[in-house]
């Protein structure tokens, strides 16, 4: 049997969204990147098997405060599984600090010092940070100093042109918002989400924004990792629109592994992709391209303009349009709050453990 976990990967790079050894070395291959967020390092951080690392990381940098302990702690189960992967290890900038130019600069900077001291070199890791005004400025200095950025936390195309403008390596659209995953009422159970879920028609937009901008300027544009799936279908749809890389929670690659593929599998390897030489938007998804059920009700029916400077004046344009669309700007205020409080779990994990060993 060939499972669709099979048959995705040969439609685009298949990612781990998950820390723990055990979900990358259950594929049937080697997935390319591992992905995380504050939630998954918090889950990894309070595993039993994890509580020789937590002591060490708080006894050589309990002195410095917990932040820098979660730091340490963050890389080092980052360590554990680069084995297990092709690519980078993704960490996330703290989501307290997504409107903040310079404390975003400050933690992405010293998670690079701590993968230097573990032997992970930069062409291993990746930054995610949150797509705001400020924060991409800070994904902007970042990149120029060789320390890679994925834009996270993005639900519209300002965000992803924004993430352009940065030089980011990667973005990361949500299909679904945050909330979905508790609350499934807010999901659209569709049956074919290539063509009838509401984000499907945003993801579409991005990348044809990037087909444009690389044949324009010459120069490649982000990597789209779509995330935030709930359904199989979902990460299938993604490989269909031309997304180049998935990451599936442990459970949606589960779910692809055990179902059989309904299509062909492949034997030739997949060229390397290039946003200069990719073919056009599948004919029967092109009628996506000039609708957005997502839009605020005055939508004009016009896509972002590609001539904006996001960046200028610490991101205003850029939080002048989220402002603008309800959908991003709610759903990036739930997905930051949703980080926060992973956070402030490892926090008051490692602050209990600081206290014990006084």
């Not at 291959?29 to 390092?41: A, G, R």
């Not at 949150?130 to 991409?136: E, I, Y």
């Not at 030089?167 to 659209?173: F, G, M, N």
Request: hydrophobic letters at 35%; aromatic letters at 6%; glycine letters at 4%.
């Amino acid at each position: 049997m060939v499972s669709q976990l099979e048959y995705l990967e040969t439609l685009l790079n298949v990612d781990v969204d998950h820390m723990h050894p055990s979900v990358a070395k259950s594929l049937p291959f080697k997935p390319h990147d591992q992905t995380s967020n504050q939630l998954i390092v918090n889950e990894q951080i309070e595993l039993p098997e994890n509580r020789e690392l937590l002591e060490k990381a708080v006894k050589e940098y309990g002195s410095k405060g917990w932040s820098a302990v979660l730091d340490r702690l963050s890389v080092q189960l980052c360590a554990k599984n680069l084995p297990n992967i092709q690519g980078r290890v993704l960490l996330q900038t703290s989501p307290f600090h997504a409107y903040d130019k310079d404390k975003v600069v400050e933690h992405a900077r010293n998670y690079a010092r701590e993968f230097e001291k573990v032997g992970i070199s930069r062409d291993r890791f990746c930054i995610k940070v949150p797509c705001t005004g400020p924060a991409m400025n800070a994904a902007k200095i970042l990149n120029a100093e060789g320390i890679r950025t994925l834009g996270t936390s993005l639900f519209g195309l300002p965000q992803a042109i924004a993430s352009s403008q940065s030089d980011c390596l990667y973005i990361s659209p949500y299909f679904n918002e945050v909330r979905a995953h508790a609350d499934l009422s807010l999901w659209p159970n569709v049956e074919d989400p290539a063509t009838q879920h509401t984000m499907a028609p945003r993801m579409i937009h991005i990348l044809e924004t990037y087909k444009r901008l690389a044949k324009e300027t010459g120069k490649e544009q982000p990597m789209v990792k779509s995330a935030s799936f709930i359904s199989a279908k979902e990460a299938l749809a993604c490989g269909e629109m031309g997304c180049q890389s998935a990451t599936p929670s442990a459970e949606v690659l589960a779910e692809l592994l055990k179902t059989p593929a309904d299509k062909p599998v492949s034997n030739k390897p997949r060229p390397a992709y290039s946003y200069l030489t990719v073919g056009p938007t599948p004919e029967r998804l092109r009628a996506l391209l000039s609708v957005d059920p997502l839009a605020a009700a005055d939508w004009d029916g016009k896509l972002a303009s590609t001539d904006i400077d996001y960046l200028a004046n610490n991101g205003e344009e850029l939080e002048k349009a989220i402002e603008r669309d309800p959908i991003t700007k709610n759903r990036l205020r739930d997905a930051l709050e949703l980080f926060q409080g992973g956070e402030l779990r490892s926090k008051a994990l490692i602050e209990k453990v600081m206290a014990e060993k006084k």
